[in-house]
């Protein structure tokens, strides 16, 4: 299976009031993970947007907080492809920090269209992608 492995660090901006990574983030850090899985494979996520015309919206997000993450923690976000439909994709997250799972998430994207209309995943991005995910 592949995955990829990203280090970021809480930033002070990123806490609440007690210190504690502000729950939102969590999504902002799987996005983050997301463009480098796609990086990773060798595909700019800037690029799929401005050339191909082609967007991943969230279309469903799961976010499970099993510890809590404060100011100037380094974690580490490791992002795998769970699924790939013709024009979906599931991604899966593990947020961890010394070694513990703090945080574990999914999110469900839909390829589309500039105008929001599905479109099949290009052959390219779909076998990049089929490729990470162990055979059963």
Same mark, same amino acid.
């Given at each position: ?33 997301? *463009?480098?899985?796609? =990086? ?7 690029? %799929?947007?401005? #050339?191909? !015309? @082609?967007? /991943? ?18 974690? *580490?976000?490791?992002? =795998? ?7 979906? %994709?599931?991604? #899966?997250? !593990? @947020?961890? /920090? ?39």
């Amino acid at each position: 299976m592949f995955e990829n492995r990203t280090e970021i660090r809480v930033r002070y901006a990123d806490t609440d009031q007690m210190g504690v990574m502000y729950y939102s983030n969590y999504l902002v850090w799987f996005e983050v993970a997301r *463009t480098e899985f796609f =990086r990773s494979l060798g595909f700019d996520y800037r690029a %799929l947007e401005k #050339e191909r !015309e @082609i967007y /991943l919206p969230v279309a469903e997000v799961e976010c499970r907080y099993r510890a809590s993450l404060r100011y100037d923690d380094l974690a *580490t976000i490791v992002s =795998r492809v769970k699924n790939v439909g013709n024009s979906r %994709l599931v991604f #899966e997250y !593990e @947020i961890t /920090l010394g070694g513990k799972t703090v945080t574990t998430g999914l999110t469900k994207h839909a390829f589309v269209n500039r105008t929001g209309k599905p479109v099949a995943i290009p052959e390219d991005i779909r076998e990049a992608l089929i490729r990470t995910i162990p055979s059963e």
